[in-house]
T-cell receptor
C-alpha cells in the first residue's frame, strides 16, 4: 500500500531556499515524481527520481533514498510565482499516488 | 503534440444523477489514469487503464467506472451521484513506462 507524508504548509522569503520532505511506504516502487499545482490548475511535472541521489533541474532539485522511503524537493532562489502546492507522488506498480501536498507561500 | 484535454470544464448535477466525463490523451500515450481532487487535498487515484484494460483501481465504489477506447481516449462514469462527489476530476496520460504523466486541466463537478 502507500502512506505518503509531507508537511502541510511552508513559508519562505523571496530569494531564499526551501526544502520539502516526503516520506512514503509503497510496494512495487517504480520511482517518485514531484508535481507543482497552482490553485485551480492541473498539476505540472517538476521532477522524477528512480535511482538514489540528487537530480538537478535549474532552480529545482529532487533527492531520493529508496532504502529510507524518503525524498525531498529543493526550491532555490524562490520567486513569487513559486507560491503553489507541491505534490509528492510515488509510482507504485506503475500507478501514481499523491500525498496531500505542501502549500508553499513566498513572501516579498 | 497536443496535450491532455478534458471535457466539460465545469458541470453541475443533481444528487442521484449520472455523469460522464471525457479525456483525450496526449499523442503516443497508451495509459490513462483518473483522479478525484477535493478542495485542499491531493489527487486521489480512482483507476487506470492500459490499452483498454483496467489495470489498477483505488478505493472507490463500483459506481465509479471507466472506459478506454482504441484511440486511447477515455471516459469516467459516475452513477448515483452523491454530494461528496463534488470535486475536481483529473485525467492523466502516460506512455506507461513511468517517464511522465501529463495532466489535463480537469473537470470541476458540483453535485447539488
Amino acid at each position: 500500500g502507500q502512506n505518503i507524508d509531507q508537511p502541510t504548509e511552508m513559508t519562505a522569503t523571496e530569494g531564499a531556499i526551501v526544502q520539502i520532505n516526503c516520506t512514503y511506504q509503497t510496494s512495487g516502487f517504480n520511482g517518485l515524481f514531484w508535481y507543482q499545482q497552482h490553485a485551480g490548475e492541473a498539476p505540472t511535472f517538476l521532477s522524477y527520481n528512480v535511482l538514489d541521489g540528487l537530480e538537478e533541474k535549474g532552480r529545482f532539485s529532487s533527492f531520493l533514498s529508496r532504502s529510507k522511503g524518503y525524498s525531498y524537493l529543493l526550491l532555490k532562489e524562490l520567486q513569487m510565482k513559486d507560491s503553489a502546492s507541491y505534490l509528492c507522488a510515488p509510482l507504485n506498480d506503475y500507478k501514481l499516488s499523491f500525498g496531500a501536498g505542501t502549500t508553499v507561500t513566498v513572501r516579498a | 503534440e497536443t496535450g491532455v484535454t478534458q471535457s466539460p470544464t465545469h458541470l453541475i448535477k443533481t444528487r442521484g444523477q449520472q455523469v460522464t466525463l471525457r479525456c483525450s490523451s496526449q499523442s503516443g500515450h497508451n495509459t490513462v489514469s483518473w483522479y478525484q481532487q477535493a478542495l485542499g487535498q491531493g489527487p486521489q487515484f480512482i483507476f487506470q487503464y492500459y490499452r483498454e484494460e483496467e489495470n489498477g483501481r483505488g478505493n472507490f465504489p463500483p459506481r465509479f467506472s471507466g472506459l478506454q477506447f482504441p484511440n486511447y481516449s477515455s471516459e469516467l462514469n459516475v452513477n448515483a451521484l452523491e454530494l461528496d462527489d463534488s470535486a475536481l476530476y483529473l485525467c492523466a496520460s502516460s506512455r506507461g513506462t513511468g517517464d511522465g504523466y501529463t495532466f489535463g486541466s480537469g473537470t470541476r463537478l458540483t453535485v447539488v
